[in-house]
């Protein structure tokens, strides 16, 4: 179905992504902050999803955002395929909180915005893969509405069909389900597994919440706020498709806020008198 | 159809009324003439030409000052949005110059030029410029940057982002600006045609003008009507389109 040539041979080893040593330092009024220091992962070719989970103020969007090429880092780098990231591409589509979805164009306009941009690639093609994504995501039926005449639910699903349209290698996703209620993102946890399912493309998924990174998530990279590290990883290893009310999950969620829990307590134990 | 219906309904019965308050006689007609003689004005001036004549000589002033002034202030205020200097020097012209009503160029335009058609040009380029400038300046710095960070991750760099995304995501604030400045166009025009004669060619203000000299209430009264009758088409013709497309897009209004 992809419009793409076909992929070289993949060795399972190849590394899909890594990040070497980035640093990041905002200044704000109120002094420098330091977002991100330091930090350093790996994403093999074939992993699934990992999540960035972290508190506010952990840098998990910002380093979402660097390997996107929406900024740069002031140290350290980014390589995506062997390349370094120098600026936004389409080979890592992001999905954000907002659909940012343009409102002049309609639902398959929205998702051929990035395929226009393509080359190689037929008129005709474009429109076959806009229209295949968007029956993956359940919205077949919905190709001319209007964006303002989708519910919140229907407009990420709009987003994650114009992010996968162009095949990117990776698929960047920052909080894209922390807007909706609870039982529309239910049913996107299903449904995005799913879609991992047919696709397998590798997913970076940054979360606040535990819980959806366990449903969702492979590997899970837990980030600390000031100065913004990854302090801890898990692997989960949990049959798909997972469910986020089941008890396994609850039980990974438990092990996980234990450990953020146990970084937490010296900290406060000093700034009690 | 209701609402055209009822629109009509609403004209005839208006016209009758004025009908009605002439027949009483107790205005002098030469002051509150007739539907009917006015009528036979607009009628008379039809048939020989001199209608469609002002109305094209108005026309085309306006159009070509209008596209002028468009020209010109869309990107004008497309470089004054991205760049803080323009924004405090041109920027700030331009609100001071648009809060001038734009008759008050007349003077300036004619000591310029004379009477030209390009003191007219002037006049028309000087209501339009400004609006559509400020206008054009607030919709793209009120662009939500995630949309421009969207379309960065799908490819989109420079002029496709600014022909993509940048303008047509601010499209209804310049339309508004266009409306605004189409507006203060007209007003001005029709001001400096009943204020000037210019031998080059005679507007629907000469034409009102006119009317006044040679006490004509008919022809006076009949201009307006046409003069109305050509603010009303602008605002179905060239605006309604767009403020459907929007309301229908961007799902507001309603």
Redesign the interface.
Known sequence: MSAEPAAPAQSPERLKLVVAGVTKVFKTGSGLVTALENVSLQVREGEAISCLVGPSGSGKSTLLNII???EKPDQGEVLVDGEPVV????D???M?Q?S?L???L?VIENVL??LK??PGVTNRQRREVAEYYLQMVGLGRFLKA????LSGGMKQRVALA?ALA?NPSILLMDEPFAALDAMTREQLYIDLQEIWQKRRKTIVFVTHNVREAICLGDRIMLMSPSPGRIQDQFTIALPRPRDINSVEVARHAMEITAVIRRWNQPREGRTSP | MRRAVRASLFFVAFVAGWHLVVMTGRWSPVLLPSPVSVAEYLHRAFLDGTLAQASGVTAWRLLIGYVVGLLAGLPLGMLSSRSTLLRDTVGLLALGLQTLPSVCWVPLALLWFGQTESAMLFVVVMGTIWSVLIATEGGVRSVPPIYIRAARTMGSRGLHTWVRVILPASLPFIVSGMKQGWAFAWRSLMAAEIYVTILTGFGLGHLLHYGRELNAMDQVIGIILVIVAIGLAADKILFSPWERFFHRRWGTGK
């Open positions: 996107a090429g929406l600026g936004p591409g389409r890592r589509m992001v954000f907002e940012a343009f409102p002049w309609n915005f990035g941009l393509k209007y964006v303002h005449e114009r162009p």
